[in-house]
Nanobody, 126 residues
Framework: QVQLVESGGGLVQAGGSLRLSCAAS????????MGWFRQAPGKEREFVAA????????NHADSVKDRFTISRDNAKNTMYLQMNSLKPEDTAVYYC???????????????????WGQGTQVTVSS
């Protein structure tokens, strides 16, 4: 069973950048497809980006496309989310998620994942 720990969140002004990291342990990282989700107060958890076990076919939500970039380094057991041109509406708790590869995958749905981290807060001030 894989354990996930997010880091890199914080307070940033609008237009700024942050890079989130998700460190995995307890499993073979390359066996897992990965994703980022976020949840703002009073809202449902929503999809941000996903990446397959090999790093191919990354997928980003329309709301973050061209601003955020998902990536992974299997040698370091870590996934990243580079966030540029941040907006106040990006304020949320950001979660990383993982699922074992090898079956059909709803990458943009919470039910598409088996394991979740505890989240890291991102706050963007205007």
């Amino acid at each position: 069973q894989v354990q996930l720990v997010e880091s890199g969140g914080g307070l940033v002004q609008a237009g700024g950048s942050l890079r989130l990291s998700c460190a995995a342990s307890g499993g073979t990282f390359s066996n897992y497809d990965m994703g980022w989700f976020r949840q703002a107060p009073g809202k449902e958890r929503e999809f941000v980006a996903a990446i397959s076990w090999s790093g191919g076919t990354p997928n980003h939500a329309d709301s973050v496309k061209d601003r955020f970039t998902i990536s992974r380094d299997n040698a370091k057991n870590t996934m990243y989310l580079q966030m540029n041109s941040l907006k106040p509406e990006d304020t949320a708790v950001y979660y990383c998620a993982a699922r074992l590869r090898g079956r059909p995958w709803d990458s943009d749905r919470t039910w598409g994942y088996d394991y979740w981290g505890q989240g890291t807060q991102v706050t963007v001030s205007s």
